[in-house]
């Protein structure tokens, strides 16, 4: 009996070592394969940061392709290469000991600091959706393109235009400079901890600036049209000429076309980077204000019975996924004073309805009308910028108007205002995207700015509702992007910009790019602005500085 149970108590015991040796394998190989291990080449270079044309892993770079100097006007790709000694969770970590892995990568990111010949220029703590969780668990090697010629979506190349508009573009002037990056760990919890160095280099920058031409500074000749007189009316020709060399000299990037109408007349036409009068401009969402337009227009001719209608009344909801109530409410205003409350915000990658992944879909408003409710139970209504709705709204303009929103929008719009030259593009069922892209004319952009400026007349025709262009360009709703008193209207923006001792309000259409129609409140102005910056941080500030430090004053004052 003794035998017997010694020899249990051995088996046991044996079963328990050996289960313990495997179990501390498997620790062992578990820790292993999630704690990276450095290279040799990788080892050397730990805490610097190193720069490349090309991207590849640290130990296949050539010497040739580690530079020390690169040419800022040149088209060649840059990368820069941040080796670490561990991962940045575990930097978070170290800052934020009570936080699991998962919650300190949703809490922290990297800090960047730019000096420019010793100087410190721009320090950015990276939004904290920027880069994967598994990036910020594993990797030890950071690499991101500051340039790319293959034009890669990354979050580098949109901090290095961040970095170039808060004051690299006025350090970096012509010469040769020392450009020094440093890299520190962050994290927001009840206040942000910035976490010691973890990696830092530099290279020298030449700068070769272009030199504008006579012939580009100066003010273009603009000749009389059928529906445009040109203005009698003075204005500060040193302002335009200055601004026109910022255009050529690429201080303000991309822009290819401005037009300023004044008191109804043609008072400013100008034409950049190879656009011309003739030229038709591609100005993304400005698109989605004609969305507006016609909705207002069919509302007006009885096809639509008020803005207030609900999707239910257009849509069998109950066949489609995530169905609800609060889905079945949503009204026509909702979707153009964006604020539907649909899962989806441009503003943000990782929303479910981000117009991003709307594009790759077969069906647009399928997309859309699949998707649930950011907050199901919630009464209140947020604004956040969502395209797919408006896709909607030009699939319900498409069902409802005779013909079609294509053939609609010609006769009730386009031909009324003399347009005849113009393109839309088209969603996935050969719809008019009402989402952005229709082209027209910088003329013909500054007739529709006109339109609204006239309360929705043309000549002796009243072609929008006058209360209908009053509701669109009002202060509808408060943006919560923005907290110093930005609104939207309907699928227009509207806000106050300043200039000189004065501020002047206005709405206006906006694309992606810089791409603006201003329509001012209390002084007689429309401006078009047309640019190709698309997805370029600079984009819209460039053009928000043109028109506060350039256009108005030289107009007004």
């Known amino acids: 009996m003794k035998r017997t149970l010694l020899v249990a108590i051995k088996i046991l015991l044996s079963l328990g070592l050996l289960f313990a040796a495997t179990h501390n394998l498997t620790a062992q190989a578990l820790a292993a394969e999630s704690k990276p291990i450095h290279t040799d080449s990788q080892q050397k270079l730990s805490g610097k940061i190193i720069f490349s044309t090309t991207a590849k892993a640290i130990e ?39 936080l ?34 598994t990036e910020k668990s594993n990797h030890k090697v950071l690499m991101k393109p500051f340039f790319s010629e293959a034009n890669e979506d990354s979050w580098g190349r949109f901090l290095w235009m961040r970095f170039m508009h808060f004051g690299g573009e006025q350090a970096l002037t012509e010469g040769v400079h020392t450009l020094k990056i440093e890299i520190r760990p962050y994290i927001k919890t009840a206040d942000i901890k910035i976490g010691n160095l973890i990696a830092a280099g530099e290279i020298s920058v030449q700068v070769v600036k272009p030199k504008a031409s006579e012939q580009q500074i100066a003010i273009q000749p603009i000749k009389a049209t059928h529906d445009w007189v040109i203005s009698k009316d003075s204005y500060n020709k040193d302002l335009i000429r200055a601004m026109n060399k910022k255009i050529a000299e690429k201080e303000f990037k991309d822009i290819s076309s401005v037009v300023v109408i004044k008191d109804g007349a043609l008072l400013l036409e100008e034409y950049f980077n190879g656009s011309e009068r003739a030229s038709l401009h591609d100005p993304r969402s400005v698109g989605k204000s004609f969305a507006s337009t016609m909705l207002g227009i069919a509302i007006h001719e009885g096809f639509i019975q008020s ?38 915000d441009d503003s943000d990658s990782a929303s479910q309805g981000n117009e991003e992944n709307m594009y790759p879909t077969p069906d647009w408003v399928k997309f859309t009308l699949d998707l649930p409710m950011q907050n199901p139970t919630s009464p209140v209504k947020e604004w956040s910028y969502f395209t797919a709705g408006v896709v909607v709204l030009g699939d319900i303009l498409q069902k409802t108007v005779p ?64 209360d209908w262009v009053k509701a669109s360009l009002a202060k509808q709703v408060a943006r919560t992007e923005q907290k110093d008193g930005g609104h939207y209207g309907y699928l227009f923006w509207n806000d106050t910009i300043p200039s000189g001792q004065q501020s002047y309000e206005v709405a206006y259409a906006s694309g992606n790019g810089g791409n603006k129609i201003f329509i001012f409140k209390d002084i007689p102005l429309v401006i078009v602005i047309t640019a190709k910056a698309y997805n370029k941080a600079y984009g819209h500030p460039q053009v928000a500085q043109m028109i506060s430090e350039y256009l108005l004053p030289a107009i007004l004052h």
């Open 100 to 133: 699991s892995a998962e919650e300190a990568n949703k809490n922290g990111n990297y800090q960047f600091t730019f000096y420019v010949d010793g100087s410190v220029v721009y320090t950015e703590s990276l939004n904290l959706a920027a880069g994967l969780s």
């Open 60 to 98: 296949s770079y050539q010497a040739t392709e580690l530079i020390q100097r690169f040419e800022l006007n040149s088209t060649k790709s840059l990368y820069f290469n941040a080796v670490l000694d561990q991962p940045l969770t575990a930097y978070l970590q170290q800052l934020a000991p009570e």
């Open 403 to 466: 013909q079609g929103l294509e053939a609609y929008a010609d006769k009730k719009l386009f031909a009324p205002l003399g347009i005849s030259k113009y393109e839309w593009q088209y969603t996935p069922q050969k719809v008019a995207n009402t989402a952005g892209g229709i082209r027209l004319r910088a003329l013909d952009f500054a007739k529709y700015g006109q339109l609204y400026k006239n309360g929705g007349s043309w000549g002796k025709q009243q072609i929008i509702p006058a």
């Open 307 to 344: 803005e207030k209608q609900s999707l239910s009344e257009f849509y069998p909801l109950k066949n489609y996924q995530n169905y609800s109530e609060k889905k079945a409410n949503i009204s026509l205003k909702d979707l153009m004073t964006m604020t539907s409350g649909f899962a989806g």
